[in-house]
């Protein structure tokens, strides 16, 4: 059996810095807000397991466990990928 995968949308604070970049801070999902304790690793990915476009993907530490998120720019988004069960 195939595994499917589904995007998981999520609101993201995050702040620009004076070079331009901007760093995501916290997740906010479902109402309760994670902090992010730190940013492991930024770069262009896309999950081919569900349609995006040009996303960045950012390797995070939430709660002491490391999280993958995307941010999309063309549609302003932010989202993770998970596995429908």
Not at 29 to 36: A, L, P, T
Not at 42 to 61: D, S
Request: charged letters at 30%.
């Amino acid at each position: 059996m195939e595994r499917q995968y589904e995007r998981v949308p999520l609101a993201v604070d995050a702040v620009f810095t004076t070079s331009g970049e901007f760093r995501p801070r916290q997740l906010i999902y479902k109402g309760e807000h994670f902090d992010i304790s730190r940013i492991i690793g930024v770069r262009r990915y896309c999950p081919c397991v569900v349609g995006c476009v040009a996303p960045i993907e950012y390797t995070v530490v939430v709660q002491g466990i490391e999280k993958k998120i995307y941010y999309e720019r063309d549609t302003n988004q932010w989202f993770s990928v998970r596995e429908v069960r």
